[in-house]
């Protein structure tokens, strides 16, 4: 079992920069997938960035590339999300997920634990 708690979300002007933090509990967290997707009013959840279980392979969405950065560390249980050059479109509920069986998805239904998520707002 293991429980997620994101941290670090708010309101930032279109072009700031935010940083996301993901908190885990268990003893197993450094053998997980961790992903974060993210859930705009109306929206699906949709995929943001994962990052495998020994950090040195990540993936994101085509819409965050070059922007968003994951990374983790595993002696804090932590996961983080850094993201720049925010846009409007960036304004979600972010949730961060882990994946125990490692299957390295993109899709939410693949993630079995998930914190309860923390608001990014992006004003233009």
């Known amino acids: 079992q293991v429980q997620l708690v994101e941290s670090g979300g708010g309101l930032v002007q279109a072009g700031g920069s935010l940083r996301l933090s993901c908190a885990a509990s268990?003893?197993?967290?450094?053998?997980?997938?961790m992903g974060w997707f993210r859930q705009a009013p109306g929206k699906e959840r949709e995929f943001v960035a994962h990052i495998s279980w020994s950090g040195d392979s990540t993936a994101y969405a085509d819409s965050v590339k070059g922007r968003f950065t994951i990374s983790r560390d595993n002696a804090k249980n932590t996961v983080y999300l850094q993201m720049n050059s925010l846009k409007p479109e960036d304004t979600a509920v972010y949730y961060c997920?882990?994946?125990?069986?490692?299957?390295?998805?993109?899709?939410?239904?693949?993630?079995?634990?998930w914190g309860q998520g923390t608001q990014v707002t992006v004003s233009s």
């Open positions: 268990g003893r197993t967290f450094s053998s997980y997938v």
């Open positions: 997920a882990a994946d125990s069986h490692r299957y390295y998805s993109r899709t939410p239904h693949d993630y079995e634990y």
